[in-house]
């Protein structure tokens, strides 16, 4: 089992801004880590375990949930492709039944409009359906796109107003 630190985002700006003594994260795993702790081990790559490949970091804001920022990356990283999946186990597109592991990671906000590798930009899609997306919304609709609404993967036909 992998063991996962939960690091809600004030804590973890305090703990960029040098007062990781004062905080404390927890493990999924049941322990508690203080901030300086995980900025060492995070710095040296290693897991939570004493083990280089046995811990994920988690950020989590208090309104967004779970969420990475990432712009210097196009593909998304494993931890990334773990929580799509469990967001979206199947392709996202309206009836698609193609499961996650067999998918794709799609940018609802495409990379090449600015679109980041994050978790509110990201959703499992199957390969089909990654291509025929509509990335541009300022071109003619063509298939319809997928959208996040509400917090929610949605479809949105072709000519269909944005919200």
Request: with cysteine; hydrophobic share 35%.
């Amino acid at each position: 089992m992998i063991t996962n630190a939960i690091v809600p985002l004030d804590k973890f700006i305090r703990i960029r801004d040098g007062h990781g003594d004062d905080i404390e994260l927890d493990l999924t795993n049941g322990a508690t880590i203080t901030g300086t702790e995980y900025l060492r081990r995070v710095l040296n790559d290693v897991g939570f375990s004493g083990d280089r490949e046995t811990g994920y970091v988690t950020l989590v804001h208090p309104e967004e949930g779970p969420v990475n920022l990432y712009r210097t990356a196009r593909v998304a990283n494993d931890k990334q492709r773990i929580m799509a999946a469990a967001e979206n186990p199947r392709c996202a597109w309206q009836g698609c039944n193609q499961p996650a592991d067999l998918s794709q990671v799609h940018h609802l906000k495409a990379w090449s409009n600015g679109g980041e590798t994050n978790m509110k930009n990201l959703v499992m899609c199957c390969a089909y359906h990654n291509g025929v997306n509509d990335d541009d919304p300022n071109a003619p609709p063509r298939r319809g796109r997928l959208e996040r609404v509400g917090g929610r993967i949605v479809w949105r036909p072709p000519f269909t107003p944005r919200e």
